[in-house]
């Protein structure tokens, strides 16, 4: 069974810093992967999808990359803004069916102003 | 409108009620998917539909109840619920399994 963690739960940084959030899963066989930002009380909006394929994927100030040999994506964020507060997740999909995507408890993400 | 539409937005219902929540899709998906988000937990998977023919039930207790009448609408039909089942439930699309998964913005259910 495929298990997504990521690291770190909970991150608070100031305005302008540059970060990096953590997705690891167990399961390397994936197809692609895809990061959300879910904002409080909200859906799941999607960033960027990654197919297995690729190394990096880029979307503005948004830069996903994935290692699947080691079971390992991160989401780069250039220039963090206090708009880019929300929870942050990410979901590996197996092939093989409708039901193959895991999903993390996701990163929750404070930009301070 | 585009995208993933769910109504209601909030739900209240007592133990004994019958409610039933609402998605359409207007991406031209062939699944659709209802979701479980509870706190502090990761996204459950409860139903998907692929082409109106339900292709997955994740063992969810028969007290929900899913209907598709067509690709662009699914259902979540809910009845004598537990307290337990407040939670955020999430609808989604997606042209295929493989393909990226589009979500509405969830009904926030309370049961009391």
């Known amino acids: 069974k495929q298990e997504v963690t990521q690291i770190p739960a909970a991150l608070s940084v100031p305005e302008g810093e540059n970060l990096v959030l953590n997705c690891s899963f167990t399961?390397?066989?994936?197809?692609?992967l895809q990061w959300f930002r879910q904002d409080p009380g909200k859906g799941l909006t999607s960033l960027l999808l990654i197919q297995s394929s690729q190394r990096e994927q880029t979307s503005g100030r948004l830069n996903a990359s994935l290692d699947k040999s080691s079971g390992r994506s991160t989401l780069y964020i250039a220039a963090s803004q206090p708009g880019d507060s929300a929870t942050y997740l990410c979901a590996p999909f197996l092939s093989g069916g409708y039901q193959k995507v895991t999903f993390g408890t996701g990163t929750k993400l404070q930009v301070i102003p | 409108e585009t995208g993933v539409t769910q109504t209601p937005r909030h739900l209240v219902m007592g133990m004994t009620n019958k409610k039933s929540l609402k998605c359409e899709q207007h991406?031209?998906?062939?699944?659709m998917y209802w979701y479980k988000q509870s706190a502090k937990k990761p996204l459950e998977l409860m139903f998907v539909y692929s082409l109106e023919e339900r292709v997955e039930n994740n063992s969810v207790p028969s007290r929900f109840s899913p209907e598709c009448p067509n690709s662009s609408h699914l259902f979540l039909h809910l009845h004598t619920l537990q307290p337990e089942d407040s939670a955020l439930y999430l609808c989604a699309s997606s042209q295929d399994g493989i393909s990226p998964l589009h979500f509405g913005n969830g009904t926030r259910l309370t049961v009391t």
């Open positions: 399961d390397s066989a994936i197809y692609n």
């Open positions: 991406l031209g998906h062939n699944a």
